[in-house]
């Protein structure tokens, strides 16, 4: 019991650092794939490739005065920030880079996530009620909905996998995919069960974990040219450094997720060498996709948003999720 | 702690987009009634940068109000300045040498292009795509850059003289004018590519914000809001000015008069120039670009007026002379001051973020709307 | 039916356009200019601020006929010149430019026809007083010379 306890901690503490070491540094990647997709060298000045910029960054905000605007409920608006934060931190203790690196190993683990992911929203509603600016609630209201509305296809997408693989534990869905990319669930040729949807369903799910995270096509909730800054307008210093934080750090639970659903979690695409490496290459070149992505379309409209989950993403989850059952019972 | 809100369901709030607001890109202040996130009733604010410039035009000298019609607009400053050499050339009897009309209108067109260069990238931009707005500052750098060659400034140019030039043109300005051309072309199939096609941006303009003909009509809106509501009006062909009844070119109307018409207005507008400019270039003739001696200017008393096709739409401007050294009155009818004021009336109803594109597609310039 | 799915694959389709085009442009060289690093030559035509210009003496060859004085719309020219005793010409004593109401127009430069002033090419002009932006150009031809 107190061998678990003390392991968790430890596991949270490192999730901590790995999540301010990502959040940091893909602040960094993305500003130089941004600069790098629209011609100019992006930071560059400080250190190697401007590798000196996020911790300077880092000491700019933290050497900001936090400032509470008199009218706001002063509670909550400090609780958001962290609200925002502490659930990706949470989330990755029982996420498996590799068979033998995971925090904490959990039967539920999937659902451990999606209930920590779903806290994600929370924050954003707190932050932008209490701000007391009529953008921040604007923003906050658009955000729930957008919850909302793409958990609901996310977690079809999630129990089509876990129909498949078996279980909800995310090292036991990983190891049914061991042995080069045709085991993996992307690919439909999977032993005994030929479903040609898979395809769509890692689609539906990648585009539901941009939404998850308030990516770009999908960040109605911080979209500047309408709401000036969303949901953390009233929020300076270090409150503002750690939603960024608790964005960056949900893009890589996101991305690790989908890694493991449907990637093969660290499994070798050819059977080689299984390893944490092959988990990072995966994830990193799962968020590379995100900036990518974000830095080439304009944003949805919330209606259009809601659409594509309602009329497209939903039903087309559901579908696959029963054409899914019934390749199971046939094979 | 401050008293807890209470809701009414049928109430509404009143929030203020501007005078500094990421959307209106300059100070303009729109006052918005809104019921969650529909608008209800919206009010647009002016002249939080009113520099009185009709008030400038009574108190200086003809040439010393030269430079101020380059600052109305900042994006599309040559066509303000077109109209105003134009006008009091027509009103001294002035005669321009051919070259210097000729140069006028390439350094106009290309004036244009840059503007609604820079406007497809901030319209771009409040969609919330950033990298056309970059590319879309490369294209336009290189025209800026070719404009600074000759004028001697970026954006407030001052390039045009009464009867005439401030400097001519020289070899490296064709030269560059025409590699600009096929450039051109190929990045306007690029942003075809990567906006125009785009699923997510036409889902956005689609029928958004549809403007009758009778609300263009009713508020004297011109430009590509006009045209992009089936109104085949403008002025280079309408009420022909400078050389362009020499040049063959279209004016491209479209009419299905949402959002996406006055966006493929202003993008089918920039090929046009590219022709304009490809023939000015061909034609250009030699000669000098002023009038053999510089004659004071003198207006005969009386009631001129002249209007021009700016990146923006159709910019009058009528002077009342009294026979003074200083004009009696001078009118500025700037086309985005029209086309702004239907904002009003037409964006009822719309939600925030659909309104907030509907601005963006109008090409709003604010300094031009407040002079 | 039929066009609800052709609808989703077009609009995926043009999705994957773009992402090629940006693609594309993440691979080519940077386009811009690193500021302070770099810098750019300026054109022969640029107009900074006017500048005297000076004869092979050294000496202005502004003759004090006010000409440019008159021609500025905003007013930021203020001459002073004297008359010695038994000189043909006047002679220039003070030149001062306000600076801060410039609108880098040329009408003093154009009007002048005593080839006595110029634009200079400084854009690098940047202060919080506004002090700094009252030149004295008579005063910064003798330090060009000196
Ligand atoms: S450039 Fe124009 S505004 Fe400046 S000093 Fe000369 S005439 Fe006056
Ligand atoms: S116009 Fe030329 S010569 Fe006359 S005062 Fe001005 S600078 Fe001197």
């Given at each position: 019991m107190s061998l678990t306890l003390l392991n968790v901690i430890v596991a949270v503490f490192i999730a901590i650092a790995f999540a301010a070491l990502n959040a940091a540094y893909l602040v960094w990647a993305e500003r130089r794939g941004a600069a790098r997709i629209q011609r100019r060298p992006g930071p560059n000045i400080n250190g190697p490739f401007g590798l000196f910029q996020p911790p300077l960054d880092g000491v700019k905000l933290m050497a900001k005065q936090l400032l509470i605007p008199g009218d706001v409920d002063k509670i909550l608006f400090m609780v958001a920030p962290v609200l925002a934060m502490a659930p990706a931190i949470t989330s990755f203790v029982t996420i498996p880079f590799s068979s033998h690196i995971v925090g904490h190993n959990m039967h539920i683990g999937i659902l451990l996530v999606f209930a920590f992911a779903s806290m994600g929203g929370m924050a954003l509603l707190l932050a932008g009620w209490s701000s007391r600016n009529k953008y921040s609630v604007m923003s906050s209201v658009r955000a729930v909905s957008q919850a909302i509305a793409y958990e609901i296809p996310m977690l079809i997408t999630a129990i089509t996998i876990v129909m498949i693989t078996g279980t909800t534990d995310l090292m036991g869905i990983v190891k049914a995919q061991t042995g080069g990319f045709w085991h993996w669930n992307i690919f439909p040729f999977k032993a005994g069960l030929f479903n040609p949807l898979m395809l769509m369903s890692f689609l539906i799910f990648f585009i539901c974990s941009l939404a998850e995270t308030?990516?770009?096509?999908?960040?109605?909730?911080?979209?500047?040219?309408?709401?000036?800054?969303?949901?953390?307008?009233?929020?300076?210093?270090?409150?503002?450094?750690?939603?960024?934080?608790?964005?960056?750090?949900?893009?890589?639970?996101?991305?690790?997720?989908?890694?493991?659903?449907?990637?093969?979690?660290?499994?070798?695409?050819?059977?080689?060498?299984?390893?944490?490496?092959?988990?990072?290459?995966?994830?990193?070149?799962?968020?590379?996709?995100?900036?990518?992505?974000?830095?080439t379309f304009p944003r949805t409209t919330i209606y259009g948003l809601l659409n594509l989950s309602w009329k497209i993403l939903i039903p087309a989850s559901l579908f696959n999720l029963l054409l899914t059952a019934g390749l199971l019972k046939v094979f | 702690m401050s008293a807890p809100i209470r809701i009414r369901p049928d109430e509404t709030f009143t929030l203020n987009v501007g005078p500094q607001h990421p959307a209106t890109h300059g100070v303009l202040r729109v006052k918005m009634e809104m019921d969650g996130e529909y608008i209800v009733n919206a009010e647009t604010v002016i002249g939080y940068i009113h520099r009185m410039h009709e008030k400038m035009g009574e108190l200086k000298t003809y040439p010393q109000f030269l430079m101020n019609l380059s600052r109305m607009d900042y994006l599309g400053?040559?066509?303000?300045?077109?109209?105003?050499?134009?006008?009091?050339?027509?009103?001294?009897?002035?005669?321009?040498?051919?070259?210097?009309?000729?140069?006028?209108?390439?350094?106009?067109?290309?004036?244009?292009?840059?503007?609604?260069?820079?406007?497809?990238?901030?319209?771009?931009?409040?969609?919330?795509?950033?990298?056309?707005?970059?590319?879309?500052?490369?294209?336009?750098?290189?025209?800026?850059d070719m404009l600074e060659a000759v004028t001697g400034s970026r954006l407030t140019y001052s390039y045009y003289r009464f009867g005439g030039l401030y400097n001519d043109v020289d070899d490296d300005f064709i030269a560059a004018a025409r590699r600009f051309i096929p450039r051109m072309r190929t990045s306007m199939k690029k942003y075809h590519k990567?906006?125009?096609?785009?699923?997510?941006?036409?889902?956005?303009?689609?029928?958004?914000?549809?403007?009758?003909?009778?609300?263009?009509?009713?508020?004297?809106?011109?430009?590509?809001?006009?045209?992009?509501?089936?109104?085949?009006?403008?002025?280079?062909?309408?009420?022909?000015?400078?050389?362009?009844p020499e040049f063959d070119f279209d004016i491209p109307v479209f009419h299905e008069c949402d959002s996406l018409?006055?966006?493929?207005?202003?993008?089918?507008?920039?090929?046009?120039?590219?022709?304009?400019?490809?023939?000015?270039?061909?034609?250009?003739?030699?000669?000098?670009?002023?009038?053999?001696?510089?004659?004071?200017?003198?207006?005969?008393?009386?009631?001129?007026?002249?209007?021009?096709?700016?990146?923006?739409?159709?910019?009058?401007?009528?002077?009342?002379?009294?026979?003074?050294?200083?004009?009696?009155?001078?009118?500025?009818?700037?086309?985005?001051?029209?086309?702004?004021?239907?904002?009003?009336?037409?964006?009822?109803?719309?939600?925030?973020?659909?309104?907030?594109?509907?601005?963006?597609s109008l090409d709003l310039v604010i300094p031009e709307i407040d002079r | 039916m039929g066009a609800y799915f052709s609808g989703i694959f077009s609009g995926l389709w043009s999705l994957f356009v773009g992402m090629g085009i940006t693609f594309r442009e993440f691979f080519s060289p940077t386009v811009t200019v690193q500021y302070p690093y770099e810098t750019l030559k300026m054109t022969a035509r640029y107009r900074g601020h006017?500048?005297?210009?000076?004869?092979?003496?050294?000496?202005?060859?502004?003759?004090?006929?006010?000409?440019?004085?008159?021609?500025?719309?905003?007013?930021?020219?203020?001459?002073?010149?004297?008359?010695?005793?038994?000189?043909?010409?006047?002679?220039?004593?003070?030149?001062?430019?306000?600076?801060?109401?410039?609108?880098?127009?040329?009408?003093?430069?154009?009007?002048?026809?005593?080839?006595?002033?110029?634009f200079s090419r400084e854009y690098n002009l940047a202060s919080t007083r506004k002090e700094d932006f009252h030149f004295d150009l008579l005063q910064r031809l003798k330090d060009r010379n000196s």
């Open positions: 308030n990516r770009a096509p999908f960040d109605l909730g911080e979209a500047e040219s309408e709401l000036v800054a969303g949901f953390h307008t009233e929020y300076g210093s270090m409150g503002f450094g750690l939603f960024f934080m608790g964005e960056y750090a949900n893009i890589v639970i996101g991305a690790s997720l989908t890694t493991i659903l449907f990637l093969g979690g660290w499994d070798c695409p050819f059977g080689l060498f299984p390893g944490v490496w092959w988990f990072l290459l995966k994830i990193y070149l799962l968020i590379a996709t995100f900036i990518w992505i974000r830095w | 400053a040559l066509g303000y300045s077109h109209g105003h050499v134009l006008l009091i050339e027509k009103a001294a009897g002035i005669e321009v040498p051919e070259r210097a009309e000729y140069i006028r209108a390439i350094t106009v067109e290309l004036n244009r292009i840059a503007s609604h260069l820079f406007w497809f990238g901030a319209f771009v931009m409040d969609l919330g795509g950033f990298s056309p707005l970059m590319y879309a500052l490369q294209d336009r750098e290189y025209i800026l990567l906006v125009t096609g785009n699923i997510i941006f036409k889902k956005r303009l689609e029928g958004i914000a549809p403007l009758s003909p009778e609300i263009i009509r009713k508020y004297g809106a011109t430009g590509a809001v006009a045209r992009g509501s089936g109104i085949n009006f403008d002025v280079r062909k309408n009420e022909p000015y400078s050389v362009y018409a006055r966006y493929k207005v202003r993008m089918a507008e920039i090929e046009q120039s590219l022709r304009i400019i490809e023939q000015g270039l061909d034609k250009l003739p030699g000669g000098p670009i002023m009038p053999e001696k510089k004659k004071p200017i003198k207006i005969a008393p009386g009631d001129y007026y002249q209007a021009v096709e700016t990146a923006r739409g159709s910019f009058g401007i009528r002077l009342v002379s009294d026979g003074g050294k200083t004009p009696y009155r001078l009118k500025l009818r700037s086309p985005t001051y029209s086309n702004m004021h239907l904002f009003d009336e037409s964006c009822r109803g719309m939600l925030i973020m659909d309104a907030l594109a509907f601005m963006g | 006017i500048e005297l210009i000076a004869d092979e003496e050294g000496k202005p060859n502004c003759v004090v006929c006010g000409m440019c004085e008159k021609a500025c719309p905003s007013s930021c020219i203020t001459l002073a010149g004297e008359k010695p005793e038994g000189a043909k010409k006047k002679v220039l004593t003070g030149y001062h430019l306000d600076f801060t109401k410039c609108s880098l127009c040329g009408s003093c430069v154009e009007s002048c026809n005593f080839n006595a002033i110029e």
